[in-house]
């Protein structure tokens, strides 16, 4: 990729900005701190990979787990190494063009979501959750987003929990009485 494209206009029209080889020698917002999270993260991993056997042996349970959490804590910290030597792109910021309000809302959303998928169950929750999304990013009427959440989660409901009859946390809506309504309407309808 051509370092003379890359720059404050270009990738600002909706399109990736995540080719391949991205800013030439260059580090942008936040990618100093995501490589030492992925450090602290690998040597989580590893010490929780000692804890299951020690290191006794090649042949032990932990054996293969903690060579593999050996191998992304010394890859973590190359990147960290790599990284930190790297100039600061300067027509970024790490709140407009890495991580907008959009992707943190969402963050909080799917941590509602799974906050409420048990007392909910999954229908009200995919629901709700359907509906504030599509209100959010479609910026459309209610009419629109309405129609397109609720669809959605029918035909959502209908392939994984009828078809293939997948358990979901069905919560306060009354899910068996449901399934046993379709079920029936088939079986009328098959004699």
């Known amino acids: 990729m051509d370092p ?3 720059g404050d206009i270009d990738h600002h029209d909706g399109t990736s900005d995540a080719t391949p080889g991205g800013y030439v020698e260059k580090r942008r ?9 992925l450090t602290a993260a690998s040597l989580f991993l590893l010490y929780s990979a000692y804890g ?3 290191f006794e042996a090649l042949s032990a349970p932990g054996a293969i787990p903690m060579a593999t959490t050996l191998v992304m804590a010394i890859s973590a910290f190359i990147v960290v190494l790599r990284t930190a030597g790297l100039p600061k792109v300067t ?11 959009t992707v943190i809302v969402f963050i909080g959303f799917l941590i509602l979501f799974g906050l409420l998928l048990q007392p909910l169950g999954f229908v009200l929750t995919a629901g709700l959750f359907l509906i504030v999304a599509i209100k959010v990013l479609a910026k459309r009427g209610w009419g629109y987003t309405l129609a397109v959440a609720l669809g959605s989660l029918v035909l959502i409901w209908i392939v994984f929990r009828v078809v293939f ?3 979901l946390p069905s919560g306060v809506l009354p899910e068996a009485e449901f399934i046993q309504f379709f079920r029936n309407l088939i079986a009328a309808g098959a004699s």
């Not at 917002?29 to 999270?37: I, Q, R, S, T």
């Not at 027509?91 to 309000?101: Q, S």
Request: aromatic content about 10%.
């Open 4 to 6: 003379d494209f890359r």
């Open 29 to 37: 917002p936040g990618e100093l701190a995501f490589a030492l999270f």
């Open 52 to 54: 299951i056997s020690g």
């Open 91 to 101: 027509t970024e910021t790490l709140a407009k063009d890495i991580l907008p309000g």
């Open 165 to 167: 009859t997948v358990l």
